[in-house]
């Protein structure tokens, strides 16, 4: 089983549409979670954290389940300019102090016009 | 400028040579990794580095080996590149401010080993 797991996609949404992503991580003892946005062919770039009570930035929404041990990502009122793979990514060994990062193979999202 | 710069961005070399990936960064981070992305396998962590004498194996290091020349310069080299070793190298950088320490990453050296 991958440490980080998470639907492939592609998701093809028109755009106004939500959209949700889900991941799931196999380490309970994780403590920091963080989604990814990276562009094709370009470097990953920190999208948002992930914080136990939920967060919010502008038109995306984070969202952890320490019990089921699964993250999600809303994305409301999707743009064209929202097209991009989405990496979830937990810190792997438990520790907020090591830096070490497990990714997920992340999850492709096409908005189209 | 960029703060995270990666030389050469393309490079493609054959079975048996010696790959030098260099890295380069004007954060002011202490810490520096090396990862590779394979389609459909996500980021996987080679080597990390939190300070110019500390060097730590990560996930799949076989084959790779390190150099932490200052600060500021985290190289990576494949001894004798073989072509499994043909994937996107990424370099990252972080410091630890408080409980957080975001990885900020260069751009990439797409590597083909033939």
């Not at chain 2, 960064?25 to 394979?38: N, S």
């Not at chain 2, 020349?69 to 401010?97: D, G, H, M, V």
């Amino acid at each position: 089983r991958k440490e980080v797991e998470q639907d492939p996609g592609p998701f093809n949404v028109p755009e106004g549409a939500t959209v949700a992503f889900n991941c799931t991580y196999s380490n309970s003892a994780s403590q920091s979670f963080f989604w990814y946005r990276q562009d094709c062919r370009k470097e990953p770039k920190l999208l948002m954290s992930v914080y136990s009570s939920g967060n919010e930035d502008g038109r995306f929404t984070a969202q952890l389940n320490r019990a089921s041990q699964y993250i999600s990502l809303l994305i409301r009122d999707s743009k064209l300019s929202d097209s991009a793979t989405y990496l979830c990514v937990v810190r792997g060994d438990g520790s907020s102090n090591t830096g070490k990062l497990i990714f997920g193979q992340g999850t492709t999202l096409q908005v189209k016009p | 400028d960029a703060d995270v710069t990666q030389t050469p961005r393309n490079r493609i070399t054959k079975t048996g040579k010696r790959i030098m990936l260099e890295c380069s960064q004007t954060k002011g981070h202490d810490r520096m990794y090396w990862y590779r992305q394979d389609p459909g396998l996500g980021l996987r962590l080679i080597y990390y580095s939190f300070d110019v004498k500390d060097i730590n194996k990560g996930e799949i290091s076989d084959g790779y080996s390190v150099s932490r020349q200052a600060q500021a310069k985290f190289s990576l080299s494949l001894e004798s590149a073989i072509p499994n070793q043909t994937a996107l190298y990424f370099c990252a950088t972080s410091t630890r401010r408080g409980n957080t320490d975001t990885q900020y990453f260069g751009p990439g050296t797409r590597l083909t080993v033939l």
